[in-house]
């Protein structure tokens, strides 16, 4: 805000406008970020706010959604409907959420990016995951084989553009073009490679799970330091950090997780940085032309990565307990599902509206996949009573 005098002496303070906001990220940003008041436009047009930015529009529809309020209670890795108190402290889909948008703001603030776009981005990129996580994402995908299968990041799309309601004149949320490139990873609206903001938010996206899913892992006693000591970027943190071989104490597992985030950001930051100046990318059109991505990690980090991500799938998501929870996950969403469909009148009224324009299969799918686990295992429970005995597979 500027303050002025006024004839009568009294001071006026005059409220900063959506164009002094773009003109201050013009003045700021770096050459290749992309600018709000270049935005590709919306596919419904509207006029913009007189205080915020484009991307700080979308970023605000996105976080008053309920599409994001239920992300609460949806499935991280462990299921969300466990009563130990232990289960409090496990990621949901909305923390991990917001360690994405922590992340993916701290890094393209460093780069010099539209960190707006990049929160509004982060903000939405999961709003597309059904219940239990990805257990459930791949029964969906199998009951819709028929039908276009089901991905959670052209869900998430799907949610901003359709089935959320902002204004009785549009469906969806009417969302940026910049920002809705950044929630599909296959389809690009013809804009060539995604803005370095979205890319940012992939790259996050991967950062976020890796630490809080090691320490997640740590927490529940399915991974144990033992194991972790065979892990190589476990060996190098544990060198970097001067803490000793196991047992950990907790906190000695909170320190690790916040250095290991620390040295992933770093590294994330630094070799991007490099790429970009090798690349002499000068505009947000040229970063979108380039070959190949300009958000990276260093060469040894990439290998790291790697070695954790099939680390993580066979020593924690592939565990014997993460295993049986997957089960009753996918027990529950099939029997729901074959529900629906033989008797569509169970559905709620905007879902029948939705079978008449999309196909009863993809209407129940939309239905299935708003639900948070806790939703899901109750509305199983009541349409399976004790004395039922509900058949699997088919």
């Not at 949806?74 to 232990?86: I, P």
């Not at 996580?133 to 799907?158: I, K, V, Y």
């Not at 320490?215 to 060996?235: A, I, K, N, V, Y």
């Amino acid at each position: 805000m500027s303050t002025r005098e006024a004839g009568s002496g009294v001071r006026v303070t005059a409220l900063v406008t959506r164009q002094d906001l773009e003109a201050r990220e013009a003045a700021t940003l770096a050459p290749y970020a992309t600018l709000s008041r270049d935005h590709a436009g919306r596919e419904h047009p509207e006029p913009e706010s007189a205080g915020r930015t484009a991307f700080q529009k979308d970023r605000d529809r996105v976080l008053h959604t309920p599409a994001f309020r239920r992300l609460e209670a949806k499935t991280q890795v462990f299921l969300n409907f466990s009563q130990a108190a232990s289960a409090d402290h496990y990621r949901t889909r909305l923390t991990h959420t917001l360690e994405v948008q922590q992340v993916a703001r701290s890094v393209a603030v460093n780069l010099g990016l539209n960190e707006t776009l990049a929160e509004a981005v982060a903000l939405a990129h999961d709003l597309g995951h059904p219940p239990f996580g990805h257990a459930g994402e791949r029964l969906l995908d199998s009951l819709l084989a028929a039908d276009g299968g089901f991905n959670h990041n052209t869900q998430a799309r799907r949610i901003v553009t359709e089935l959320e309601r902002h204004s009785r004149h549009f469906p969806g949320l009417n969302l940026t073009r910049d920002t809705l490139d950044g929630l599909n990873k296959h389809h690009r609206d013809g804009l060539g490679q995604p803005s370095l903001e979205a890319q940012l938010v992939d790259a996050a996206d991967a950062l976020a799970y890796t630490a809080h899913d090691l320490d997640d892992g740590l927490r529940s006693g399915l991974l144990t330091p033992d194991q972790l000591m065979d892990l190589p970027l476990w060996q190098e943190l544990l060198a970097r950090t001067g803490v000793n071989a196991p047992p950990l104490t907790s906190l000695d597992r909170r320190m690790l997780h916040r250095e290991l985030l620390g040295w992933l950001i770093t590294d994330l930051t630094e070799a991007s940085a490099r790429s970009i100046q090798d690349s002499g990318v000068q505009s947000a059109a040229q970063a979108r032309a380039w070959p190949h991505r300009l958000i990276t990690y260093s060469d040894p980090m990439r290998t790291l990565l790697r070695d954790t991500g099939t680390f993580l799938r066979e020593r924690l998501y592939r565990h014997w307990r993460v295993e049986m929870q997957v089960e009753q996950a996918q027990r529950t969403l099939h029997t729901l599902f074959h529900a629906y469909l033989n008797r569509p009148g169970m559905l709620p009224p905007q879902a029948r509206v939705n079978a008449e324009r999309h196909g009863l299969p993809r209407a129940i799918c939309d239905q299935i996949a708003g639900m948070t686990d806790r939703y899901a295992l109750e509305t199983h429970a009541a349409l399976t009573p004790p004395a039922a005995t509900p058949s699997w597979p088919h």
